[in-house]
């Protein structure tokens, strides 16, 4: 094995991505296991984590599918104990679990005034606790030998608060602190081979976002517009483009990195529009 190949290898590694069975959960997925994984798509959809998992298999990979909710404590440590029983152990979590609601956004016509607190709460809580709970369940498995790397999903909108999505972008930056609080946490408890690190990705095309962003006939809408104008690179990311930052973070190639956020955003958060 090469020396670039020795430093990105995952070989014998076992990743878990909450979330997996997304647009980009699936492209994180896939780039984790052509690094050498073994992957466990943890998602509520059942069909769908095992049909990715299948793919991987496919091509050539490992891959189970677990139906699980990162909101529910007792099928993550019902998820645990099946990844312990099939891999014997744990070495990478991905938090990739996450979304928003209608009633959490405050659109042009409306105001703060019109906001569901609700909805509010429950993007909050699917964000961020649904980042903690996980960390707390499979993190432990970690702790236990003090090896492995954490890798939680912010947004641009954690590093520039966007307008509209004020339950999104609220949770988001609290994603960002946690990252770099659990980084200090890891550290100074289990010592410096758990890594903390997060990924902040611009502005890519998911299911979630399509609507938003562009209309029927693929054009852009009026915010898809702001979007690509306040992007340099002029368009938006393609999924499989977080793949480097990912395996330079789940890889010994950042050893010595941890508590930072990168983005990946075509120098959208460096962009002061003039």
């Given at each position: 094995m090469s020396y670039l190949?020795?430093?990105?290898?995952?070989?014998?590694k076992v990743a878990v991505v909450t979330g997996g069975t997304g647009v980009l959960g699936n492209a994180?997925?896939?780039?984790?296991?052509?690094?050498?994984?073994?992957?466990?798509?943890?998602?509520?959809r059942k069909e769908a984590a095992d049909q990715l998992a299948q793919q991987i298999i496919t091509n050539g990979g490992r891959a189970i599918g677990i139906s699980a909710d990162v909101l529910n404590k007792e099928q993550l440590l019902a998820a645990r104990e099946i990844i312990i029983?099939?891999?014997?152990?744990?070495?990478?979590?991905?938090?990739?679990?996450?979304?928003?609601?209608?009633?959490?956004?405050?659109?042009?016509?409306?105001?703060?005034?019109?906001?569901?607190?609700?909805?509010?709460?429950?993007?909050?809580?699917?964000?961020l606790t649904g980042s903690v709970l996980p960390t707390q369940i499979f993190g432990e498995s970690l702790a236990a030998t003090k090896q492995g790397v954490i890798i939680?999903?912010?947004?641009?909108?954690?590093?520039?608060?966007?307008t509209r999505v004020l339950g999104y972008g609220a949770a988001k930056a609290a994603i960002s602190n946690f990252t770099q609080w659990l980084a200090v946490e890891m550290a100074k408890k289990f010592g410096e081979g758990i890594r903390v690190n997060a990924i902040a990705p611009g502005f890519f095309l998911t299911e979630q976002n399509r609507n938003l962003l562009t209309n029927a006939d693929g054009s852009l809408t009026e915010r898809g517009q702001l979007i690509i104008r306040g992007t340099p690179y002029g368009r938006f990311g393609e999924p499989d483009e977080l793949s480097g930052t990912l395996l330079w973070l789940c890889s010994d190639a950042s050893k010595f990195v941890s508590g930072i956020v990168v983005p990946v955003d075509g120098a959208f958060s460096a962009y002061g529009g003039v």
């Open positions: 190949e020795n430093l990105f290898s995952l070989n014998s994180m997925c896939k780039a984790l296991a052509n690094a050498g994984a073994a992957i466990v798509i943890i998602g509520r029983k099939q891999f014997g152990k744990l070495d990478i979590l991905v938090n990739g679990a996450g979304g928003n609601m209608p009633g959490a956004v405050v659109m042009p016509d409306k105001t703060i005034f019109d906001l569901n607190i609700d909805d509010f709460r429950s993007v909050v809580d699917l964000n939680n999903i912010s947004s641009m909108t954690a590093i520039r608060p966007l």
